[in-house]
C-alpha cells in the first residue's frame, strides 16, 4: 500500500493529451482549486482511498493485480476514461512530490443532487486487461519467432508504453528469462492480461503498477526452514 501521509497536501492530475492544462485537485476544502477551472470544487473529507493488492485469493505466482483509488469530488464535470495522477507535496515544494497512483478513470458517478461525484480509478492492468491481443500477436510472432520470455514481456508491456522494474534486482535475476517461448501458432482471441499473467507465471513473479504508473515485478525468496 502507498504511504499517505495525511499531513501534506494531495492533489489529482488530468493526464490525458486532449487537456490543454494539467487540474490540480486537492484533497480537502481548505486546499484552493484551479479557481479558473472549478471555482466551487473539493473533495469530501475522508473520502480519498488507494487499495493494492499483489495476490487476490491467496499465494498464485503470474498474478497481476490492479490498484484502486476512490474519491468524492464535489462539482466536477464527467470524467470517466481520463487518466489522472494522484500525488503529495511537502508544503508547496514540487521537488517533494511523491506519486501514490497512476491510472484512468473507470466511472464517475453522479448523485440525484448533481453536486458531487464517486470516482473510482483503476492503474493500466486493470484499464487495458480486456485488449485482444491476436491480431498484434500473429504480427509479432512472425518477427520474432526465437523471441525469449523477456522478449514477450517487454514487448506486450511496450504495447501501452508501460516501463518496468524487478524489486531488488534485475531480469536476469528471473529463472526463465532467456527461456525461448513456442511462437508457432495463431490466436483468434486472447486477453492483453491473459496473456501477461502466462508470461508473468514462467518469470515466477506477480506484478503491479507503482505510484508512477511503471510495472514493478515481485518475486519471492523461499526461505529454509528446519522441522
Known amino acids: ?54 495476490c487476490d485469493g491467496g499465494f498464485f505466482i503470474g498474478q497481476a493485480n490492479a490498484s484502486k483509488f476512490e474519491v468524492q469530488i464535489y462539482n466536477i464535470p464527467e470524467l470517466s476514461n481520463r487518466k489522472i495522477q494522484v500525488y503529495q507535496l511537502d508544503g508547496d515544494d514540487i521537488t517533494t512530490r511523491k506519486n501514490l497512483f497512476t ?22 492492468l486493470q484499464y487495458n486487461r480486456d485488449y485482444n491481443i491476436s491480431t498484434w500477436w500473429n504480427q509479432w ?8 520470455t523477456q522478449d514477450l514481456l ?37 486477453r492483453w492480461g491473459d496473456l501477461l499473467c502466462e508470461c508473468l507465471k514462467l518469470l515466477c513473479v506477480c506484478a503491479h503498477i507503482d505510484g508512477d504508473g511503471n510495472v514493478e515485478l515481485v518475486r519471492f525468496n523461499p526461505t529454509a526452514k528446519t522441522l
Open 1 to 54: 500500500m502507498p504511504d499517505i501521509e495525511w499531513t501534506k497536501k494531495t492533489y489529482i492530475d488530468y493526464l490525458y493529451s486532449l487537456e490543454p492544462s494539467d487540474i490540480l485537485y486537492p484533497s480537502a476544502e481548505l486546499y484552493p482549486f484551479d479557481q479558473a477551472q472549478f471555482p466551487n470544487a473539493h473533495i469530501a473529507s475522508g473520502s480519498l482511498s488507494i487499495e493494492q493488492i499483489l
Open 103 to 124: 491510472g484512468y478513470v473507470d466511472s464517475c458517478k453522479q448523485d440525484e443532487s448533481g453536486i458531487y461525484r464517486d470516482i473510482v480509478a483503476y492503474d493500466a
Open 154 to 190: 517487454e514487448a506486450l508491456l511496450g504495447i501501452f508504453e508501460l516501463d518496468y522494474s524487478v524489486r531488488d534486482g534485475s531480469i536476469e535475476d528471473l529463472p526463465n528469462y532467456n527461456l525461448q517461448i513456442y511462437t508457432g501458432f495463431t490466436l483468434d482471441k486472447k
Open 141 to 148: 510472432r512472425l518477427t520474432y519467432p526465437n523471441a525469449t
